[in-house]
């Protein structure tokens, strides 16, 4: 597979995600973390991208791919889609996940014309942006008229729940939704996407939810959201102290050998489609 780089891409614009610095063990570390994120939560994403008309889609564009950890997991499911991966980090994308076109670009400035593609999903993205605002005006562009914008996204604070309850982990948790605002990013961002879609033009928005808990995954595959390797980079850069990390570190594993914890995480969809005109 060949990797085409755009003339357009700027390093400085690829937002608040640092794919060697987000957890100890650099970027092999990083690309394992996000298969494991991907695989936890994708049969109830699948379920619902299902639902929102993707597999009636022949050309699916996703913006964002990284590593193609989710690239892997469409070619797998939707086998008749044509698939192009695009990044803006050439270190980070993998032309080897099943992509039919991989391309180096900004979300902002993507290398494809007009009308090319029946559906763009951008999954984990918008919180990175600064200005969210270009890149999905650029995946409306992209889309023929009636194709189908699909966004995936967090909301801090309603990320879900986890029983028993940590109160004293409140404020350690804060600090890599601090630390992401301080690059630009925006932890909250799943509450402002159906605003979002509407301004890039998007008709028919709708804002859904999707749900993963451990009644049917082990608690231990929940690390990769709760384990305290997310919150190791912080302490480099002193927003958050040795003993803050090892009290999260311990609240953890009391939490996975507690056969009565429960975790739920909530995540969100918003849909939208180009007008048919």
Do not use: K
Not at 42 to 65: F, Y
């Amino acid at each position: 597979m060949t990797v085409t780089t755009s003339a357009t891409v700027t390093p400085a614009r690829a937002g608040s995600y640092r794919a060697a610095a987000t957890v100890p063990g650099g970027l092999a570390a990083e690309h394992r973390r996000l298969a494991a994120q991907a695989e936890l939560s994708w049969p109830q994403e699948l379920s619902l991208l299902r639902r929102l008309g993707l597999d009636r889609c022949r050309e699916l564009v996703e913006v964002g791919a990284g590593n193609g950890a989710v690239t892997r997991l469409l070619r797998r499911d939707f086998p008749g889609l044509t698939l192009t991966a695009v990044d803006i980090d050439p270190e980070l994308l993998d032309p080897r996940a099943g992509a039919d076109h991989t391309l180096v670009a900004d979300a902002a400035a993507l290398p494809l014309p007009d009308s090319s593609a029946d559906a763009v999903l951008l999954r984990f993205v918008v919180q990175h942006l600064n200005a969210p605002a270009p890149a999905l005006s650029e995946a409306v562009r992209v889309l023929r008229p009636g194709g189908l914008l699909l966004v995936t996204d967090v909301d801090a604070a309603l990320w879900g729940v986890a029983e028993p309850f940590q109160p004293e982990l409140t404020g350690v948790y804060r600090a890599l939704q601090r630390a992401q605002q301080g690059d630009g990013g925006n932890r909250l961002v799943a509450r402002r996407l159906t605003r979002l879609l509407t301004a890039a033009g998007c008709v028919d928005v709708a804002l859904h939810s999707y749900v993963t808990t451990n009644d049917n995954r082990p608690t231990a595959d929940f690390a990769v959201h709760l384990g305290p390797d997310r919150l190791a980079p912080l302490v480099a850069t002193g927003e958050l102290t040795v003993a803050e990390l090892a009290q999260a570190a311990a609240a953890w594993s009391r939490f996975a050998a507690d056969p009565q914890a429960w975790v739920m995480l909530l995540g969100f969809t918003a849909v939208g489609r180009r007008p048919n005109r």
